[in-house]
């Protein structure tokens, strides 16, 4: 099975592993401060694990997509949206940045369940800003409250420089998203039908830089990216023989360097693990 025995405490052996990981990490990261945040948690022992500036504040980039998809399966748990629902573009939804959404044009009709894959699978900013438009950015951040994510906020729509002007930024911590990837992973988020979609958009992530080049070609990574200028994020649930939470993000580093520094610590992690 794919759904690992969940144990409340963990063992002596886990937390020793813990600790190697842990050792594993630390002398990559440590040179960088506060520029580099780490979270790493077991599937099967959700108090174990550990954080490296896990509840620090960053801009989230297209991070927060992950607390609009749950929002989503949350709304379409209550009975308020389908994910069958569709909606056709129009020509003032087209933003630029990443997905394929802009070039397929207005008068194009998707599903929201579409809209949400293409939102996490290309990061796509069109699909992102129409479902925060659906849901509202309040119950976006009313869904973040409830599940305890104290450091996450949407606060403006995808490509919205204007608003980023005003200071009106988007932000989340690793803490944050770790936690949103344990429920997926456990079948905890919504539901264990929410969690196998939020599983399989996670599991179709086009962009394969970061975590996944740090483990054995052919393992199953299920994740989610963020890029800004001067920030990278990858957060991932790694499908190893005992499969793991892994969010790394990076601030005031290039692009090539916060790559190159997540495949070391995701290849540490998946030594000592």
């Known amino acids: 099975s794919d759904e690992p025995t969940v144990h409340d405490n963990p063992k002596p052996a886990d937390s020793d592993r813990d600790n190697a990981v842990r050792a594993a990490v630390e002398p990559l990261v440590s040179p960088y401060g506060d520029g580099v945040a780490v979270v790493y948690t077991p599937v099967d022992a959700p108090d174990g694990g550990f954080a490296i500036n896990g509840d620090e504040r960053m801009r989230s980039a297209s991070m927060i997509k992950t607390l609009i998809m749950a929002t989503l399966l949350q709304r379409e748990a209550d009975g308020s949206i389908s994910l069958g629902d569709s909606y056709t573009i129009r020509e003032s939804d087209i933003v630029g940045g990443t997905g394929s959404v802009q070039s397929m044009g207005a008068g194009t009709r998707l599903s929201l369940s579409r809209l949400a894959e293409l939102m996490i699978s290309q990061s796509d900013n069109v699909a992102t800003n129409v479902l925060i438009?659906?849901?509202?950015?309040?119950?976006?951040?009313?869904?973040?409250?409830?599940?305890?994510?104290?450091?996450?906020?949407?606060?403006?729509?995808?490509?919205?420089?204007?608003?980023?002007?005003?200071?009106?930024?988007?932000?989340?911590?690793?803490?944050?998203?770790?936690?949103?990837?344990?429920?997926?992973?456990?079948?905890?988020?919504?539901?264990?039908?929410?969690?196998?979609?939020?599983?399989?958009?996670?599991?179709?992530?086009?962009?394969?830089?970061?975590?996944?080049?740090?483990?054995?070609?052919?393992?199953?990574?299920?994740?989610?990216?963020?890029?800004?200028?001067?920030?990278?994020?990858?957060?991932?649930?790694?499908?190893?023989?005992?499969?793991?939470?892994?969010?790394?993000?990076?601030?005031?580093?290039?692009?090539?360097?916060?790559?190159?520094?997540?495949?070391?610590?995701?290849?540490?992690?998946?030594?000592?693990?």
Do not use: C, F
Not at 180 to 205: F, M
């Open 133 to 273: 438009d659906r849901l509202g950015m309040g119950a976006v951040n009313d869904e973040g409250a409830r599940l305890g994510l104290g450091q996450t906020v949407l606060a403006r729509k995808m490509m919205d420089t204007a608003a980023a002007a005003a200071g009106r930024e988007n932000y989340t911590s690793a803490s944050d998203q770790a936690r949103i990837l344990r429920l997926v992973a456990s079948g905890d988020l919504v539901s264990p039908e929410a969690s196998q979609a939020a599983l399989a958009w996670l599991k179709e992530q086009e962009d394969s830089e970061g975590i996944a080049q740090g483990v054995p070609s052919g393992t199953v990574v299920a994740h989610k990216t963020g890029t800004l200028d001067s920030v990278r994020h990858d957060g991932a649930i790694v499908y190893g023989k005992r499969p793991y939470v892994l969010v790394i993000m990076t601030h005031g580093m290039s692009d090539g360097v916060a790559n190159a520094l997540m495949a070391r610590v995701s290849r540490a992690v998946w030594d000592a693990a």
